[in-house]
């Protein structure tokens, strides 16, 4: 089974940007995955933030864009807040089997 | 307001059965693919299944491939996941999820355990 990369932690100071990533083992992602990258704060559900790629729902901050970079998907967020604070994890499709990452534990401090 | 409301969650030994519940309101259920996500609190996600929108497709992760049956009842917006052979690494917090729209539920918890 795939294994899907995350940097298992960032800090940002507030009104900062900074760049989130998600990597295959199999090698490049693509748009053929469909990266989704996902919130998740304590003790709450995770609420889903991109989807497909690069697609915002209505209730995602305007600061926070996606893409694919250098081989991976990519999230970024310009202009964090301190609700900004909070784990995020991206997924990839192989084929129909979904693969987590690991999660990216984001500091604004 | 969307929701997404599991249950059947509890506690299970292991070698037992149990059967969660996902039931959808306010939420163009029958559009969408679904799929079950699980997480051990203070862990990470995990996907565990997903069904596609007539219920003639699904597909599993390795861990429950064999042991867990997903499947939807379009009539009643409701999405289920048939757990046997329930194992101890089997406890979580069981999500329903839509992806796509966007939308989780809160979250079932399952113990298995003697």
């Known amino acids: 089974q795939a294994v899907v990369t995350q940097e298992p932690s960032l800090t940002v100071s507030p009104g900062g940007t900074v760049t989130l990533t998600c990597g295959s083992s199999t090698g490049a992602v693509t748009s053929g995955h469909y990266p989704y990258w996902f919130q998740q704060k304590p003790g709450q559900a995770p609420r889903t933030l991109i989807y497909e790629t690069n697609n915002k729902h209505s209730w995602t901050p305007a600061r926070f864009s996606a893409s694919l970079l250098g081989g991976k998907a990519a999230l970024t967020l310009s202009g964090a807040q301190p609700e900004d604070d909070a784990e995020y994890y991206c997924?990839?499709?192989?084929?129909?089997?979904?693969?987590f990452g690991g999660g990216t534990k984001l500091t604004v401090l | 307001e969307v929701q997404l409301v599991e249950s059947g969650g509890g506690l299970v030994q292991p070698g037992g059965s149990l059967r969660l519940s996902c039931a959808a309101s306010r939420f163009a259920f029958s559009s969408y693919y679904m799929h079950w996500v699980r997480q051990v609190p203070g862990k990470g996600l995990v996907w565990v299944s997903r069904i596609n929108i007539d219920g003639s497709g699904t597909t599993y992760a390795d861990s429950v491939k064999g042991r867990f049956t997903i499947s939807r009842d379009n009539a009643k917006n409701t999405l289920y996941l048939q757990m046997n052979s329930l194992r101890a690494e089997d406890t979580a917090v069981y999500y329903c999820?839509?992806?796509?729209?966007?939308?989780w539920g809160q979250g079932t918890l399952v113990t298995v355990s003697s």
């Open positions: 999820a839509s992806f796509k729209s966007g939308y």
């Open positions: 997924f990839l499709s192989y084929s129909g089997v979904v693969v």
